[in-house]
């Protein structure tokens, strides 16, 4: 299958000119221009395929969001190439826009004093959406983002829980076959950070939406993507399996296990207690010296067990594991 969005050697660089203080330092600035290049983006290259729901991952400055803005044509980059769904995406900018979807978490796409529903309907003219399309997706989107509430409603009235649903609604309603997500839960609750990943689910599994989504919020990562990708300093570090990621780098893994009685010795060769209350007892191990399989096998042997349940870090503690011990140098 061949990719919709294919990156090689993407580069993004930004002159940040040097300006002088002082009298001598304004004269100075009028007659010189020095400058520190800023390397954004410094020669990240992927494929990401048609129906991929894929993670992209980084610290502040890292680079994302200026890749997301090469890849919607908001920037052209300083070198490489980029094709996506067939366009360059700052060459035929009209065209390409009306085949995307795009949401950011702290801007909207909505007119501030309209109803929700009149947006909607001005988007439908912009996008040339036919009516009868229009009218089966916005009856979709009503119902699965619980949008009848405040269709009404200006958006300036608008809860950010309500103005993210009411931004997912409007950047899908021409059936987008790409979106674009940047924070797209940032600052919401829980349970509606939950209703919009069940709806970012259902376009990408219904609807084959291929999603990028940038994110710092790490749960969202852990219950949406397959695949992820690392940036750091403009370089992409890691580009792969989530299950991957935390193989190789989550650390060390844990063994739950409740006692049918209690035993006054629980050690086990290969494992080291963390946690001990009544007869629950927490094993942390690790996952390149033995198996949680070989660790159950001698629990079994000398104790009797009533359930046991292996642990694996989360994807957070992982993240925060590659960053601070390096384990990926750009």
């Given at each position: 299958?061949s990719?919709i969005i294919?990156v090689?050697?993407l580069?993004k660089?930004f ?6 203080r002082?009298i001598?330092g ?8 020095e400058y520190?290049?800023?390397?954004a ?6 494929d990401?395929r048609p129906g991929e729901?894929?993670?992209y ?5 890292a680079?994302?969001s200026?890749t997301i ?6 920037l ?8 996506v769904?067939?366009f ?6 009209q ?6 979807g795009?949401?950011?978490g702290?801007?909207?796409t909505?007119?501030?004093d ?9 988007l439908q ?5 036919p009516?009868d399309?229009f009218d089966e ?14 269709l009404?409603?200006?958006v300036?009235?608008l ?7 009411a931004d ?5 309603l021409?059936?987008?076959a ?5 924070e ?7 349970v509606?950070k ?8 259902h376009v ?5 939406t ?8 790490l ?16 370089r992409l570090?890691f580009d792969g399996a989530l ?5 190789q ?9 409740d006692f ?7 050690t086990?060769p290969?494992?080291?207690i ?10 942390q191990f690790?996952?390149n010296t033995v198996?949680?399989s070989?660790?159950?096998s ?6 009797r ?5 292996v642990?694996?870090p989360?994807?957070?503690t992982?993240i925060r ?6 384990l990926?140098?750009?």
């Amino acid at each position: 299958m061949s990719a919709i969005i294919t990156v090689s050697n993407l580069q993004k660089y930004f002159k940040v000119y040097h300006h002088h203080r002082g009298i001598i330092g304004s004269v100075r600035n009028l007659f010189t221009h020095e400058y520190t290049l800023i390397h954004a983006v410094d020669g990240i290259s992927f494929d990401i395929r048609p129906g991929e729901l894929v993670g992209y991952l980084g610290p502040n400055g890292a680079g994302k969001s200026t890749t997301i803005k090469m890849l919607t044509g908001l920037l052209v980059p300083t070198g490489g190439d980029l094709l996506v769904n067939g366009f360059v995406p700052w060459r035929s900018r009209q065209e390409y826009v009306s085949r995307i979807g795009a949401v950011f978490g702290q801007r909207t796409t909505l007119w501030w004093d309209l109803p929700v529903i009149e947006s909607l309907e001005l988007l439908q003219h912009i996008y040339h959406i036919p009516p009868d399309r229009f009218d089966e997706n916005l009856a979709e989107f009503r119902q699965i983002l619980e949008l009848d509430p405040f269709l009404n409603t200006p958006v300036r009235s608008l809860s950010l829980g309500q103005r993210m649903r009411a931004d997912f609604c409007a950047a899908l309603l021409h059936n987008p076959a790409l979106l674009f997500l940047d924070e797209p839960t940032i600052g919401l609750d829980v349970v509606a950070k939950e209703r919009i990943r069940q709806f970012i689910l259902h376009v990408n599994r219904e609807h084959g939406t291929t999603i990028l989504l940038t994110t710092h919020d790490l749960s969202d990562v852990e219950k949406l993507c397959d695949r992820v990708m690392i940036i750091d300093k403009g370089r992409l570090l890691f580009d792969g399996a989530l299950e991957a990621l935390k193989s190789q780098f989550g650390g060390k893994r844990e063994l739950v296990v409740d006692f049918a009685e209690s035993y006054s010795d629980l050690t086990i060769p290969g494992a080291t207690i963390t946690r001990s209350e009544g007869l629950r007892t927490v094993y942390q191990f690790d996952r390149n010296t033995v198996t949680a399989s070989e660790l159950i096998s001698r629990l079994s042997t000398r104790f009797r067990l009533h359930d046991l349940a292996v642990r694996e870090p989360d994807i957070e503690t992982t993240i925060r594991r590659i960053y601070e011990e390096k384990l990926l140098e750009p």
